[in-house]
Each structure stands twice: as C-alpha cells, then as structure tokens.
C-alpha cells in the first residue's frame, strides 16, 4: 500500500461522508469485505453505508439504513439501530439499547449511552448491576459534539442539541436545547424569542393518529390545546411555592397542606412535583439530602416503609401474616412513593423489600386466592401493584437470592385469572354496585404489573368497553363528582389498552376532552389542586388542594392530554409512579 494511499484510508476515517464519491475501487472493495465481516456477526447495512474499520464495532443488533456512517475511532455496541441518512462522527461513543430515525447526526465525541450502572452502598461498583432502558433519537436531529445523552431519554422529531449539552431527560419535538442538564432554549421553529411550549408527547395510542382531527401533536392551534399551554405555564410558574407551603421548617417534614401531619407520601409528591415542573429536586434540601431522609425511612427486617407515628416519631408496622407478609395498606403504598422519588433523586431504596424477596412462589399463590377479589377489588389489586413493585425494586437492585419463579408465578395466575368478557379480574360488577371497584382495581394491578414491566395487557377491547362504560357513570363522573382516583384509573387503563387497540378511538377521545377541560379549571393558584369528594369508602384527603391532589392531577392531565393528542403542549411528562413508560425492558430478568 503507497503512502497516497494510506492517506486515504486514514481520510475517510474521519471524513467518511465522501467515501462514496472519492474511494477508489481498492477501497470499495476493502470495505465490501469489511461489511460482510460485519455481517457474519448479524449486522444488517444499507446502501452506500460506509463503517470505518477503525471504528469499534462489537454490537449485539447492528441496523444502518442506506447512505449512514460510522466514522473512525467510534465505539458502538450494544442494540443499535439506524434509519437512513444517520452519522455517527469520530470517538463518538453509542453504546446500550439506542434507536435512530432518520437523519440523526452525532457529532464528534458525544456519548449516547443507553444503560446505567448501579450505585447502591450493598456491594462493590463493579458487581453492581446494569440496567438498559434505553435511548430514542427521532427524525432530524443533530446531537451537537460532546454533548452526552443518559439512559431512559427520548429525543423528540427535529431537535438540536448544543455541543456539551448532559441531556438527562426527553426532548420535545422541534426543541432546541443546551446545558448541562440540558434545558430546553426555544422551538426551532420559533422565529422570536424562546418557547417553553412543547414536550415529548410519547407514541399516541394505537389508532388515535388517524382519528385526530385537530390538536395533533406539533400542532399549536386549537382551543383546547392553547388551554393546556397556558395551564401548564401557569402550574410551574406557581409550583415552588405550593411545594414550599407544605413544608414545616420546624420539623423538617411535608404535609400534604398546612395544618395537615407530616406523611411519607407528602414527602415523595413534593419531591415528584418539583421534577415535574420545576426539573429539579424541591429546593428545601438537597437531592442526596431528600435522597438520605427517604431511604432511611424504610424498616431493616420488612423492606417496608411504615407511616411517621402520630408523634412524628418512627412508624411501627404490625406483625407479619402467617406466610411473613405485613398487611399495612399505607406501607404498601409507600414501596410505589418512595422508590419512585428515590428514582427521580437518582437514588434507590437502601434495601430490598424483603417481604416480597422472602415469598415462595407458593405462598403467593396462596395469597392471590385469598384477595377480596369479588368484594374489594382495588385492594386486591394495590396488593398486586406493591408486591409487583417490590419485585421490581429486588430486581433493580440485582438481588439474586429471591425465591424462585415468584415473579412468574403472578404473571400466570394473573393470565389464567383474567375474564375474557370484560378484560378485567374481579366480579363484573351490578348496576347498584356499578363497576368502580372493578376498574379501579384494573388501574391498580396493571400498573405495577402489566404497565411497569412492558407487557402487553390481555383482551384489550374488552378493556376499553368496560371502561367506558364506567367513565360514563354519572355517580362518579358528572361535574363535580370527580376525584382524581377515579379519573386516574380510567384515563390510565383507556392511555394502557390503547397501545394495542384503536378500538373506540372517537369515543376514548371525547371523555377525555370532556375529563381534560373540567381538570384544567380546578387549578387554585398558590395551591395547586384537590383530590376531590371522597371516594367509595371515604377515600381520599378531600377537596382542598394539596400535594398528593396535585401530583396525582398533574398526571391525569398528561394521560388525558396525550389521549386528546395535546400533551405536547404542556412541557412536561410524568417519571414518577405515574409515568406512562415502563420501568423496565418488557421481561422479568435484571437487564445486563
């Protein structure tokens, strides 16, 4: 090889996107027999792709569409895929579970990496286990150089990213954005100043794209959606202070509102409100401070978080059931509050949930059946979530001594249970008793089951029939009888069943423009919002505004939004236990 030669070569390392139009047919050939190496391992490249051999590429999954690149001294592994027209610059760094659209280019030395390392104090860093939640790059969308993008995010349609940009949460479509945490500066659209207007809206679902008629994602026309705009501007311009109001510097301790006691739960609403609108931990204490207060909540023999005492002191739970299970509604709630608060801190729970990593798949079995499935079914179905969610915590935290097929013995029973006549568990209800428990206990069960780990809910048109035959219950949902459990739990298993089915996709719409508008108006500035009239049972902290209102409407209006097709106006998606994504890859297994 002449010296003109190698010059050549070593060009097109770093100037591959003229490998077409100048390579000599040496080098045609050199790099043919490149991409069927490259091929024997099971990569997939399109026309005129060029893969610099002084690249590092040790994928799992490697798909280029035609007219990509990846440039020399690049580092790529992992499951990466690539639309057409997608660069990946010299020493960029793709690693991890990342999917490009078309058009995406990567600048030099920026970082795309799509798992995580646990931290957790229990063990060495380097036995701690990975997760993979993966990266999502859309069409058009240039990744400045140096910039880093973290596990989890999701770039939106036509950004750009400012070079050295960290990019640690989504991006809307159209968004220009910069820093570190990258924040978004204005639309790209834009031809004046900056515009905080937009925000990821998430894959609508299944079928709502062709049945929207106006208010389509990207689109800022529309009453309803310029409503949405100017709520959510009006929420995080107020949300300090409403998250300030129920914070007692005395004790050191939120309340739900002033003059309410100190709960674990106000604690973990603050905390999801403040990521919410504001980005960032509330400004009371530090993350890692807020971080330590949480985890060391949690009880050393259970892995469970018992309630403050009335004295504010340290809770106490009662004593365990016969299979070791402790039966304390609050505390299971709290393995859903605090671990995920923990996750927005960028914590985790200090331990497992031990009640969950010591239950035989026997003993679950046991405990499955004996649920009041035909009396009270959301709290059969709060049973599932927190057992559900304890699993997931022992799994984030790479405990490998659990007790075998327990996480496999509920997904079958749960299969086995389900009535294929209404999609749900649990009695069908009476035209007295209505189907509230029902879908109530839907909400519940499938949030820390289905939803949290990525499957695929069954029967999922007979879901959408039976819950909208309940949103249309005047006893729960006329005008001003609404709570934000009620709502919740049909807007979340309408937004679930909808990823599979564009079943009733016209009438799923309506209740949700209907649900949405009356949400808006219950906003009290300063305040933020009330749960509403108690519920079945007296549920519920009632009508005055507070945290746990608040947070739990905030992802209503989410859930309602994206169903309408305008979520994309209010600049914020839900991370916290109502987020719409899974917490983790579909499957049981510790990613790694």
């Not at 190496?37 to 590429?57: D, I, K, N, W």
Request: a negative charge; aromatic letters at 8%; charged letters at 20%.
């Amino acid at each position: 090889m002449d010296a003109e030669t190698a010059l050549d070569d070593a060009y097109f390392d770093y100037c591959p996107w003229d490998f077409v139009g100048r390579a000599s047919a040496g080098q045609r050939a050199a790099q043919d027999a490149h991409q069927r190496r490259l091929a024997e391992s099971g990569a997939r490249l399109g026309q005129r792709c060029y893969v610099s051999p002084a690249a590092g590429v040790f994928t799992d999954t490697l798909r280029l569409g035609t007219d990509s690149y990846i440039a020399g001294h690049a580092y790529v592994t992992g499951e990466v895929t690539a639309g057409d027209d997608c660069t990946v610059n010299p020493y960029a760094t793709v690693r991890g579970r990342i999917t490009l659209g078309d058009g995406v280019r990567i600048g030099a030395h920026s970082s795309l990496l799509g798992f995580n390392h646990g931290f957790a104090p229990d063990r060495p860093v380097h036995r701690q286990s990975l997760t993979d939640k993966g990266i999502t790059v859309g069409d058009d969308v240039w990744i400045g150089s140096h910039v880093v993008v973290l596990d989890g995010v999701t770039i939106g349609d036509h950004c750009v990213v400012g070079a050295g940009a960290v990019v640690t949460k989504d991006l809307a479509p159209w968004t220009v954005a910069a820093g570190n945490p990258a924040r978004p500066l204005r639309d790209r659209r834009a031809q004046g100043g900056p515009r905080r207007d937009r925000a990821v809206s998430g894959e609508l679902p299944g079928g709502l794209s062709d049945d929207l008629s106006g208010d389509r994602p990207g689109d800022p026309s529309g009453d309803l959606g310029d409503a949405v705009a100017r709520f959510a501007d009006r929420a995080r311009a107020q949300a300090a202070d409403l998250v300030a109001r129920c914070w007692n510097p005395d004790t050191g301790r939120y309340a739900d509102r002033p003059g309410a006691p100190a709960t674990v739960r106000a604690h973990c609403d603050a905390v999801e409100i403040a990521d919410l609108l504001l980005g960032s931990p509330p400004e009371q204490l530090a993350a890692d401070e807020h971080a330590a207060r949480l985890r060391a909540l949690q009880d050393p023999g259970s892995g469970l978080v018992p309630e403050f005492a009335p004295d504010g002191g340290p809770g106490v739970l009662p004593a365990p059931a016969a299979d070791g299970w402790i039966d304390d509604g609050t505390a299971e709630y709290h393995v859903l509050a605090v671990g995920y608060a923990l996750d927005l801190l960028g914590s985790r729970l200090a331990q497992p949930v031990h009640v969950v990593r010591h239950m035989t798949a026997g003993q679950l079995l046991g405990r499955l059946e004996s649920l009041p499935w035909r009396t009270r079914t959301w709290s059969a179905g709060a049973w599932v979530d927190c057992w559900a969610t304890g699993a997931h915590r022992n799994l984030e935290l790479g405990v490998e001594d659990g007790q075998p097929g327990a996480l496999e013995a509920l997904f079958g029973w749960l299969t086995t249970r389900v009535d294929p006549w209404t999609g749900m568990w649990g009695t069908a209800g009476s035209p007295a008793a209505g189907r509230l428990q029902l879908v109530n206990g839907y909400y519940r069960l499938t949030r820390g089951s289905y939803a949290q780990f990525g499957l695929d809910v069954p029967y999922a048109e007979r879901v959408v029939d039976t819950v909208l035959a309940h949103g249309r219950d005047q006893r729960w949902f006329a005008a001003g009888r609404e709570n934000a459990c009620n709502v919740l739990d049909v807007a979340h298993p309408l937004w679930l069943a909808g990823r599979r089915s564009g079943h009733r996709t016209a009438e799923v719409r309506a209740w949700a423009e209907e649900q949405l508008t009356r949400a808006l108006g219950r906003w009290q500035d300063g305040a933020g919002f009330g749960f509403g009239p108690a519920g079945e049972g007296g549920g519920g902290p009632g009508r005055e505004p507070g945290l746990q209102g608040t947070e739990m409407w905030l992802a209503i209006v989410w859930l309602l939004a994206d169903l309408v097709g305008v979520a994309d106006r209010l600049a914020y998606r839900p991370r916290g236990v109502h987020r719409p994504e899974p917490a983790r890859s579909p499957g049981f297994a510790t990613p790694g």
